[in-house]
């Protein structure tokens, strides 16, 4: 087992850009001039290695380049399991960083903000667009929302979207919301108390729900669910998965 170790310490070394991702890692794929991180890599419980290159090297290319015997490296034959994000995504990434750092604080005049009366809150804006910070569990930053004067919101393209969220406010182990949109989310913060996560889309309410649920287990989470039949699924769907809540205007529905 310590020589299995040591193993896996020297193939890090030998890589660069290498970082974790889910079970597994990314780095710069020593088979070509890779410029952002496209090798997604995981190692077995019994010590083997799995690869794969998501710009399209051969996995004998990685093998040799790495100067490994094929005994202990296999091709990943489903990179999915692996959980590594692709280039482009990656990209995005490096994109939502850079557009995020050189923004600036929300106006409080910005007409988005005067038509919900609302708080911008932790919001940056470039532009006459707002920008909504979209992040994963860890804090990393992966993408942003952009919402225009008029309301209308995109994301960066190519961007991760899937259980990234925004939290208004701070979370405890006694209530929490998780609402769709920003102004729903900022609304139920200012009139409640209560830190609200933002999940940005219907369908992203149970990945959401499940990342809130694994960090705060024993508080009482509650879905500030959109009325309209994509809301009432997604956030039903999520209360039943997490043993919470669903407020909707006038009425709470329980989950448990």
Same mark, same amino acid.
């Given at each position: 087992?310590?020589?299995?170790?040591?193993?896996i310490a020297d193939l %890090?070394?030998?890589?660069?850009?290498?970082?974790?991702?889910?079970?597994?890692?990314?780095?710069?794929?020593?088979?070509?001039?890779?410029?952002?991180?496209?090798?997604?890599?995981?190692?077995?419980?019994?010590?083997?290695?799995?690869?794969?290159?998501?710009?399209?090297?051969?996995?004998?290319?990685?093998? %040799?380049?790495?100067? %490994?015997?094929?005994?202990?490296?296999?091709?990943?034959?489903?990179?999915t399991e692996i959980g590594?994000?692709?280039?482009?995504?990656?990209?995005?990434?490096?994109?939502?960083?850079?557009?995020?750092?050189?923004?600036?604080?929300?106006?409080?005049?910005?007409?988005?903000?005067?038509?919900?009366k609302i708080k911008p809150?932790?919001?940056?804006?470039?532009?006459?667009?707002?920008?909504?910070?979209?992040?994963?569990?860890?804090?990393?930053?992966?993408?942003?929302?952009?919402?225009?004067?008029?309301?209308?919101?995109?994301?960066?393209?190519?961007?991760?979207?899937?259980?990234?969220?925004?939290?208004?406010?701070?979370?405890?182990?006694?209530?929490?919301?998780?609402?769709?949109?920003?102004?729903?989310?900022?609304?139920?913060?200012?009139?409640?108390?209560?830190?609200?996560?933002?999940?940005?889309?219907?369908?992203?309410?149970?990945?959401?729900?499940?990342?809130?649920?694994?960090?705060?287990?024993?508080?009482?989470?509650?879905?500030?669910?959109?009325?309209?039949?994509?809301?009432?699924?997604?956030?039903?769907?999520?209360?039943?998965?997490?043993?919470? %809540?669903?407020?909707?205007?006038?009425?709470?529905?329980?989950?448990?």
């Open positions: 087992m310590r020589q299995k170790k040591n193993n %890090l070394l030998q890589l660069s850009g290498v970082r974790r991702s889910g079970g597994g890692w990314i780095a710069r794929c020593p088979a070509h001039d890779d410029k952002a991180p496209s090798l997604s890599f995981t190692i077995t419980e019994s010590g083997r290695l799995l690869a794969h290159c998501f710009s399209g090297c051969s996995f004998e290319e990685i093998r %040799l380049a790495l100067g %490994l015997s094929g005994e202990h490296f296999f091709p990943s034959s489903r990179t590594g994000p692709t280039p482009e995504q990656i990209g995005t990434q490096t994109k939502a960083d850079r557009l995020w750092k050189t923004s600036w604080p929300a106006n409080p005049d910005h007409p988005y903000i005067l038509k919900k809150h932790q919001l940056r804006h470039i532009g006459d667009s707002l920008l909504v910070p979209m992040q994963d569990s860890s804090g990393d930053l992966w993408n942003l929302q952009f919402i225009g004067p008029d309301g209308r919101k995109v994301f960066l393209k190519g961007g991760r979207t899937k259980s990234l969220f925004t939290v208004i406010g701070e979370p405890c182990e006694g209530r929490i919301y998780i609402a769709e949109g920003f102004a729903t989310a900022a609304t139920v913060l200012e009139l409640t108390g209560d830190a609200c996560f933002l999940a940005f889309s219907a369908s992203n309410l149970p990945p959401v729900a499940q990342v809130v649920r694994r960090s705060f287990p024993d508080a009482e989470i509650v879905l500030a669910a959109d009325a309209d039949p994509a809301g009432e699924r997604y956030s039903e769907e999520a209360a039943r998965a997490i043993n919470g %809540l669903v407020a909707y205007a006038g009425r709470v529905i329980d989950g448990r």
